[in-house]
């Protein structure tokens, strides 16, 4: 049985053509959905994750949320969010050092009222670990969200999109060949996975990884797939060439942003007056492009870029000035 959610998310979020960017490219014909804008302090992919997370959390009588990320994660900017929404506090786990000035998520992180831990990236699972441990004995009645929001849980927010998906397809008359989007912490990938079986997507997903190897976030797509499953009881199965990722634009690694991301975010914008991200998205995209230009779909298909927020990044340092000197 699937759990209860918390209905927060702006639904459904708009398909819409992307006219001047197919021309320019002159492959296949490119939309978006626009996950940019579910609601929830700016929006982005992790709203349909906490519409179940919240669901969870409640359940359990909670009182804090906790969870954690990069200095500028757009996940713990809208668990921030959540948290303020849903009257309960927030406490944020975030790697890296306070700077001078918030930008980006962290201002906003700062803005929802949510309490900042800094840690290391090699050791924030346990500043993590240790953050709700005290939460705990001070009676806050914690909650903690993993990573990304990606679990058995969180990862059924996109196990419902390819539902609507589905019925977006039948009112629009089409079908979409591909979908691609990013994948980092690997819920998204996985949810859109399971639900192209359950609702019978005949696309193909193909995730564009953020960092890692295309093994690694496989294993761990197919892990996530493999628990809801089980933990739901659900009559799915999936064949592992249905997990699909593109391990070829990680680049210099997470959050260095480059040519190939510039480059997207430019035309994104000057093109379609769209927003993409310098981390998520403007990487996703850069690969999108890239394939495209290299013939890999074909002419006749439909290519869905699923896009999955993370704007108020562009808003932060160092990217803010990278982008401004091009
Ligand atoms: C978190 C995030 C992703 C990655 O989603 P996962 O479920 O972690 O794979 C993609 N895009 C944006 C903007 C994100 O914030």
């Known amino acids: 049985m699937i759990p209860n959610k918390v209905p927060l998310a702006h639904l459904p979020t708009r398909i819409e053509f992307l006219a001047a960017l197919t021309k320019t490219l002159g492959g296949p014909k490119i939309y978006c959905k626009r996950d940019d804008q579910t609601g929830l302090g700016f929006g982005g992919n992790k ?192 064949d592992s060439d249905t997990i699909i990722v593109n391990d070829h634009y990680t680049g210099a690694g997470y959050g260095v942003m480059a040519e190939p991301e510039i480059e997207a975010i430019r035309l994104f914008a000057s093109k379609e007056g769209l927003l993409l991200d310098p981390v998520y998205t403007g990487r996703a995209a850069a690969g999108l492009i890239d394939l495209v230009r290299r013939g890999f779909f074909n002419e006749h298909e439909n290519v869905l870029f699923w896009h999955t927020g993370g704007t108020p990044a562009l808003f932060a340092e160092p990217y803010l000035s990278l982008l401004q000197c091009h």
């Open 47 to 238: 709203t349909r994750k906490l519409e179940y997370l919240l669901g969870d959390a409640l359940q359990h009588k909670a009182q804090t949320l906790v969870s954690m990320g990069a200095i500028q994660s757009n996940h713990c900017r809208q668990v921030a969010a959540l948290a303020a929404r849903a009257g309960l506090g927030c406490i944020l786990v975030l790697s890296g050092k306070p700077p001078e000035i918030a930008t980006g998520n962290l201002f906003l992180d700062n803005l929802f009222g949510a309490e900042v831990v800094w840690a290391e990236r090699d050791n924030r699972q346990q500043v993590l670990e240790d953050t709700v441990n005290q939460a705990e004995k001070l009676g806050r009645k914690p909650y903690m969200i993993p990573y990304g929001g990606s679990n058995a849980i969180g990862m059924l927010g996109y196990y419902d999109a390819i539902k609507e998906l589905r019925q977006e397809e039948d009112l629009l008359g089409l079908h979409f060949d591909w979908i691609v989007t990013a994948s980092s912490s690997g819920g998204t990938q996985a949810g859109m996975i399971l639900g192209a079986s359950a609702w019978k997507f005949k696309g193909r997903i193909l995730g564009i990884a953020i960092e890692g190897s295309s093994n690694e976030l496989s294993g761990t797509i197919a892990n996530l797939v493999k628990e809801s499953i089980t933990n739901y009881s659900l009559d799915l199965s999936i």
